[in-house]
C-alpha cells in the first residue's frame, strides 16, 4: 500500500477541474502533477520541466515509438501526451500522481493501467454549468453552446469512471476527493501486495 | 446519491470487527446495525427486536420460502439469518446499514446485491493477530490454533472484498473505515440516478 495510484480526471469544461486539482496538490502533500510533453514552441514565462517538457517533432516521435508515452494527440499540428517516466518516478516515490485530461486520453489510459483511479467531475446540474460558462464572460454564444453539446456527449462515458466528484460546494468538493482517493489506497485491487503477504505470513504461524 | 449502502463486514476472528462496528455505529449517525434473525432461545437480557428477532422454526422456514433473508445459514440445530424488511427500510431511510458476517454470508450477498460494500478487517501481521488472540486469554491453544488456521483459509477470499480495512491502531481504523464508506457513495456504480438526471438535464439545456 505504499506506492502511489495514478489519479485521472476529468470533467465538462467549466466544471472547475482546474481549481480543484491546484486546491489538491496545495493543500496536502501526496500528490504530484503530471506534465505533459508537447512539440509546440513555449510561451513566454513557461518553463520547461515545469509547464511542460518541450520537445521537437523527432523527440515526441521517438517517444512514440519506444512506447514512452501513457496517452497521446495531436492538436493543431502539435503533439501533446503524457510521458510515462516522470508519472512512473513520482507513483513509485509514494505520490499519487494527478493527471487532468479529457475522456478519450482517460479511457485509454484505464486500458492500460486497470488500477488507475478515473474521477469524473460535475457541477450539481446544467443549469449550474450553463451559468458558470456564461459568468466567465470571456466566451461567445457559440462557444457556450458547442460546450454544452460536447458535455451531452462527455456525460454518456461518465458511469466507466470510478468516482462522480460533484463540484458544488468547492470547499466539500476538494475535502470529498481527497477522501475518495484515500480510500482508493486501501482498495482489494490495489492491496495485491499485502493480501500475499498476509497469505504468507499466516501459514508460517498456522 | 441519497439511499444507504449495504455494508458487509467480515474479517478474521481477533481483527476487532466488533469494537470497529460499535464504533462507527456510536460515533457516526448514518449508520444502522442490521438486526439478525434466529429460531434459537433468548438468553437473559436479549431483547426481541433488538439483539435479534426470536421466531419459531416455522416462521422461519416461512421467511425462506418468501426470499425474505438476504442470506442464512444453520447452526446447532438453529437458524441465522438477516432479514430483508429490516435492512431494506433502513437504506430507503438513507441509513447505511451493516451487517457483520462470516465470509460464505458475505459472498452470497455480493451476488445478490453487487452494490453491497464488503470490508475486510484484519491485523497488520499473523503475529498480531495471534497475540490478540492469545490476549483475550479465554481461548486454550487449540483453539487458537484452529482460529489461526481457518484464517488462512478465509485469506483465500479477502480479494473479493472492496476493501482491505487494516486494523493496526484502532482510532485511525475508525476513521479510514468511516472515509472509504462515505467515499462510496460517489461510486459511478451507485450514482446510476444522479447520472441519468444529469444526462437528461443536459439534453433540455443544449
Redesign the interface.
Given at each position: 500500500?505504499n506506492s502511489g495510484i495514478l489519479i485521472v480526471i476529468s470533467g465538462f469544461s467549466g466544471a472547475g477541474k482546474g481549481t480543484l486539482v491546484n486546491r489538491l496538490v496545495t493543500e496536502y502533500d501526496n500528490y504530484a502533477l503530471s506534465i505533459s510533453m508537447t512539440t509546440r514552441k513555449p510561451r513566454v514565462g513557461e518553463v520547461n520541466g515545469k509547464s511542460y517538457f518541450f520537445v521537437t517533432h523527432e523527440e515526441f516521435e521517438h517517444e512514440i515509438k519506444q512506447d514512452g508515452l501513457l496517452e497521446y494527440a495531436s492538436y493543431c499540428d502539435n503533439y501533446y501526451g503524457t510521458p510515462k517516466f516522470y508519472v512512473e518516478e513520482q507513483l513509485k516515490a509514494g505520490k499519487d500522481v494527478i493527471l487532468e485530461i479529457e475522456v478519450q486520453g482517460a479511457l485509454q489510459i484505464k486500458e492500460k493501467y486497470p488500477d488507475a483511479l478515473l474521477l469524473?467531475v460535475?457541477p450539481p446540474?446544467?443549469?449550474v454549468?450553463?451559468e458558470r460558462l456564461e459568468s466567465r464572460g470571456t466566451e461567445t454564444k457559440d462557444v457556450i453552446?458547442k460546450r454544452?453539446?460536447t458535455?451531452?456527449k462527455e456525460?454518456?462515458v461518465?458511469?466507466?469512471?470510478?468516482?462522480?466528484?460533484?463540484n458544488d460546494d468547492l470547499d466539500k468538493c476538494v475535502k470529498?476527493t481527497h477522501?475518495?482517493i484515500?480510500?482508493?489506497h486501501?482498495?482489494?485491487n490495489r492491496?495485491d501486495d499485502?493480501?500475499q503477504f498476509?497469505?504468507e505470513?499466516?501459514?508460517?504461524?498456522?
Open positions: 500500500m469524473f460535475t446540474s446544467a443549469k454549468l450553463k453552446d454544452m453539446r458535455a451531452c456525460a454518456e461518465m458511469k466507466r469512471y470510478d468516482f462522480i466528484v460533484v470529498d477522501e475518495m484515500r480510500a482508493a486501501y482498495a482489494s492491496s499485502f493480501i498476509l497469505k505470513d499466516l501459514l508460517k504461524l498456522s
